[in-house]
């Protein structure tokens, strides 16, 4: 079963937006992670933040983490087409750390 | 290093019929995972190997089965192969499957079945 749920569904925004996707969870997590994907490929890991973080930032990449309201935000600053794919959020279960829970994903469509 | 390959990249069989998927993961690396993406569910775990032993399993029926040779190479089984199992199986691999350790992922295979 998911473990993530993502929002919004879909995001389609001009070249040179913001995109912020926001993500929930159910139970306590080691730690959360971003993937990219791209028409239905392999996914690429973006970034990893733990359950002791709040914040992480990689080049255009931002990621929040409130585990009190146990969500987490993706904010891509500047995009690019590049950037469309869909974004999916993982989280490594405290209770058993191998086992990833992934989202259903938003798909973010960047405009030229 | 090379990526994580899978191998084959798309597969089509019939109902009733069983299927292997292969994973070589990066080198070096241990820990291999494999999940299910459909529209419906999404991404899900299917199971974890380490040291050619399953150390984790998600919740997927004993049709789904795998291994893990000594050269940390991976192989996936689905047997009697149902409609629903039409899917993108990706698999994972990283260095002893830490709790921090990133995933690196492969292209997937990409089943359908008819």
Known sequence: ?112 | KAGVTQTPRYLIKTRGQQVTLSCSPISGHRSVSWYQQTPGQGLQFLFEYFSETQRNKGNFPGRFSGRQFSNSRSEMNVSTLELGDSALYLCASSSVGGIEETQYFGPGTRLLVL
């Open chain 1, 1 to 112: 079963s998911q473990q993530g749920e993502e929002d919004p569904q879909a995001l389609s925004i001009q070249e040179g937006e913001n995109a912020t996707m926001n993500c929930s969870y159910k139970t306590s997590i080691n730690n959360l992670q971003w993937y990219r994907q791209n028409s239905g490929r392999g996914l690429v890991h973006l970034i990893l933040i733990r359950s002791n973080e709040r914040e992480k930032h990689s080049g255009r990449l931002r990621v929040t983490l409130d585990t009190s309201k146990k969500s987490s935000s993706l904010l891509i600053t500047a995009s690019r087409a590049a950037d469309t794919a869909s974004y999916f959020c993982a989280t490594d279960l405290a209770s058993n750390n191998n086992d990833m829970r992934f989202g259903a994903g938003t798909r973010l469509t960047v405009k030229p």
